[in-house]
T-cell receptor, first 114, second 115 residues
Framework: KAGVTQTPRYLIKTRGQQVTLSCSPI?????VSWYQQTPGQGLQFLFE???????NKGNFPGRFSGRQFSNSRSEMNVSTLELGDSALYLC?????????????FGPGTRLLVL | GNSVTQMEGPVTLSEEAFLTINCTYT??????LFWYVQYPGEGLQLLLK?????DKGSNKGFEATYRKETTSFHLEKGSVQVSDSAVYFC??????????????FGQGTILTVHP
């Protein structure tokens, strides 16, 4: 079974631009979570989607948004990019049989904001 | 709130040495506990997990036991290899409500194993 895939793997943007990142979960997985990883803050939860609904959101500004499609694929969008948004963005999928299901991670998208 | 604390790194060992990475947690409720490993330039890979007290997770020679009384989930391996060099993350997840899909991670421990 194919793992979680994320595209693109690398991105360079400039301040003020916006960016969209994509995540395809493992086949059959219905929950997708997004995380931001930086050297200073570590791994921080952004949001979680299940059946096209956002069920949970972390402490990030409204510039960070996401959505999930009927095939469980998910996208996250960051508008008005700031230098501090440079990070590795990871998505993870789970079966969501229960709410403590194991999450399986993709390789990440590394975003550099100049 | 919920939190995970890992021992400070980096940890540097010689090949075949014994490894312990300490992890303690604070949680409201009964979390599931995980260890993930991250190799350079990659995402996180699940190493092992435990879902209830006294459960022992194990994989690839690594072990960790869910200790409710000490709120700990220490990672151990009897004999490390150079290929084990990576960053290790301890994490927890709770059920439902504001915890949907939210893993809470420790700060990560860098492990370097020398030949």
């Amino acid at each position: 079974k194919a793992g979680v895939t994320q595209t693109p793997r690398y991105l360079i943007k400039t301040r003020g631009q916006q960016v969209t990142l994509s995540c395809s979960p493992i086949s059959g997985h219905r929950s997708v979570s997004w995380y931001q990883q930086t050297p200073g803050q570590g791994l921080q939860f952004l949001f979680e989607y299940f059946s096209e609904t956002q069920r949970n959101k972390g402490n990030f500004p409204g510039r960070f948004s996401g959505r999930q499609f009927s095939n469980s694929r998910s996208e996250m969008n960051v508008s008005t990019l700031e230098l501090g948004d440079s990070a590795l963005y990871l998505c993870a999928s789970s079966l969501e049989v229960g709410t403590q299901e194991t999450q399986y991670f993709g390789p990440g998208t590394r975003l550099l904001v100049l | 709130g919920n939190s995970v604390t890992q021992m400070e790194g980096p940890v540097t060992l010689s090949e075949e040495a014994f490894l312990t990475i300490n992890c303690t947690y604070t949680a409201t409720g009964y979390p599931s506990l995980f260890w993930y490993v991250q190799y350079p330039g990659e995402g996180l890979q699940l190493l092992l997990k435990a879902t209830k007290a006294d459960d022992k997770g194990s994989n690839k020679g690594f072990e960790a036991t869910y200790r409710k009384e000490t709120t700990s989930f220490h990672l151990e391996k009897g004999s490390v290899q150079v290929s084990d060099s990576a960053v290790y993350f301890c994490a927890l997840i709770l059920a439902g409500g504001t915890s949907y899909g939210k893993l809470t991670f420790g700060q990560g421990t860098i492990l370097t194993v020398h030949p």
